[in-house]
């Protein structure tokens, strides 16, 4: 039986296609869609991944076919024909990339769109996202509050308390992140929402998701922003909650700041700070806040060495007691160096009050003193 030369190509061009959609609809090379962007990203992909497929196994088929059938055979010393230009094959191979293009670019401005819809929604989540060499930190809204005795200005002193390193989102809410950072470019991604922006300083990006899955993932830094950069992959993690859930860590948030704001200086709120709102986990071990960082010296007994470095007048800063010393490696760093230890590693920018507050410092220098 002799079939027809264009039954053969259908029927080839058929089975082609036939493994273009099985691998796009099965093969899965992403971690879990756990937001509705990450859904609209995937089906993308696989669409694409599919169109791929079965131009490779043409033009790989094509290549391999050529190389049996044509190949040269004993005795054969005549030259190759002396084929040039097919008007044709020429239009149908431009055409058919440039429709596959065209559907392409419909396609990724449609999904684009979705992800990147700066429309405010009405039940929509605002959060802060903050990058800083080597965390991020998360700044929540703050809840309604009747009570007669929190006035605008100590309103305003408990919304520098809402602050966590972990990401809590409510599910099934869109949420918007605002952006920044403040010191060099980070960027927020999140593989399993299948968003990613860069963090710039001086300026606030934003982005959305809407996460549908509960879960735990990581958030990651995908800029390389200086010696901690891997390490900020793997400090801060971001969890989806049920509402009731979401909306009782907000109120648990809010009564801790409040709190807060009530005694900025104490140890406690110091521990809290080191361990919530700054990045000294990435660089430095400290065994009672749970630290593991190894960039820098570990701080474990910091308050005992604090005072040999008093007493031989190394690195003070405001006054001449362990106290300085600890308030002289955070706000002036390179004052005095650790041994072992090169300048510049120790973030530069913690004097400045817009990075860390004065009482922010208390708290912490109060805090390390009593690491002994
Ligand atoms: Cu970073």
């Known amino acids: 039986m002799k079939l027809n030369r264009y039954a053969i190509y259908i029927l080839v061009g058929a089975i082609f296609i036939a493994i273009g959609v099985i691998v796009g609809l099965t093969v899965r090379v992403f971690p879990v869609a756990a937001s509705a962007e990450a859904v609209a990203v995937d089906s993308l992909f696989n669409f694409m991944l599919a169109i791929a497929v079965v131009i490779f196994l043409i033009v790989e088929g094509g290549i391999i076919y050529s190389i049996i059938r044509f190949r040269r055979r004993p005795g054969d010393e005549t030259d190759g024909a002396p084929i040039h230009g097919n008007t044709a094959l020429e239009i149908t191979w431009t055409a058919i990339p440039a429709v596959i293009v065209f559907v392409l670019a419909i396609y990724s401005y449609q999904v684009y769109l979705t992800i990147r819809n700066p429309e405010p929604k009405d039940n929509e989540v605002r959060i802060g996202v903050i990058g800083q060499q080597f965390a991020w930190k998360f700044v929540y809204e703050m809840p309604e509050d009747n009570d007669p005795n929190v006035t605008p200005e100590l309103r305003e002193r408990i919304k520098q308390y809402m602050i966590d390193s972990t990401l809590y989102v409510p599910l099934n809410r869109p949420v918007r992140a605002l952006i920044e950072s403040q010191d060099v470019i980070h960027s927020f991604y999140i593989p399993e929402f299948r968003i990613k922006q860069d963090a710039t300083p001086g300026r606030v990006s934003e982005a959305y998701f809407t996460p549908i899955e509960k879960g735990e993932w990581w958030v990651v830094c995908a800029e390389l922003c200086g010696v901690g950069h891997a390490a900020m992959s793997q400090i801060n993690r971001v969890v989806v909650l049920e509402q009731s859930e979401f909306d009782q860590y907000i ?122």
């Open 251 to 372: 109120a648990q948030l809010y009564a801790k700041a409040k709190e807060t704001a009530s005694d900025p200086r104490s140890p406690e709120v110091g521990k809290q700070l080191i361990m919530n709102k700054y990045a000294c986990g990435a660089c430095h071990i400290l065994d009672d806040a749970g630290l593991v960082g190894n960039i820098g010296p570990s701080l474990n007994g910091i308050a005992t060495r604090a005072e040999g470095h008093a007493e031989r007048g190394e690195g003070l800063v405001g006054g001449t007691d362990a106290a300085a010393y600890i308030r002289g490696s955070i706000v002036n760093p390179n004052l005095y160096l650790v041994p072992g230890y090169a300048a510049g590693i120790m973030p530069q920018n913690y004097g400045n009050p817009n990075v860390m507050s004065e009482d922010d410092l208390e708290a912490i220098v109060n805090y390390l003193l009593t690491i002994r």
